[in-house]
């Protein structure tokens, strides 16, 4: 597996993100209907294009397989392709991240348990809980941070 720091985002590269996304959100988010997916779905390209960092796992077959964010220290996305879960990609892109961008936060849906256990495995604590996502929905978020 190789990490890198992507540097041109074509449209090809931001749609297989894209595709990524989609299939690791309906693996880990079942707290999302698949009509809400769709309503976020939209928002993702340009989010992806805007990160101001966007590191991506690739293969030994050079695709990517996983992709992580990170803006100013914080952790904004992290999703692995469902069938390379559990390998330690999503680790890889952690120590990347925290060793390289000095990344210390993030901000994790609470109904996404497994992710939450991720992150305190991790080294993460919540610092922070709102009842609300940042869009307004009863989505209650967890504000955690490496202590």
């Not at 120590?95 to 849906?109: G, H, I, Q, R, Y």
């Amino acid at each position: 597996m190789k990490i890198i720091i992507l540097q041109n985002r074509t449209p090809k590269t931001i749609d297989i993100l894209l595709r990524i996304w989609e299939s690791s959100v309906k693996a880990t988010h079942s707290f999302l209907c698949d009509g809400e997916i769709e309503k976020i779905k939209p928002y993702v390209p340009q989010a992806l294009k805007n990160v101001q960092n966007l590191i991506v796992a690739e293969n030994a077959n050079d695709s990517i397989v996983a992709f992580l964010g990170v803006e100013n220290r914080r952790i904004e996305m992290l999703f692995v392709a469902p069938e390379r879960r559990g390998q330690g990609i999503g680790k890889s892109l952690i120590n990347f991240a925290v060793n390289t961008l000095s990344a210390d936060e993030v901000t994790v849906n609470e109904q996404n348990l497994q992710t939450v256990g991720f992150y305190k495995r991790m080294g993460f604590e919540t610092y922070k809980r709102t009842d609300l996502d940042e869009q307004g929905n009863a989505y209650p978020l967890l504000y955690m941070r490496i202590q």
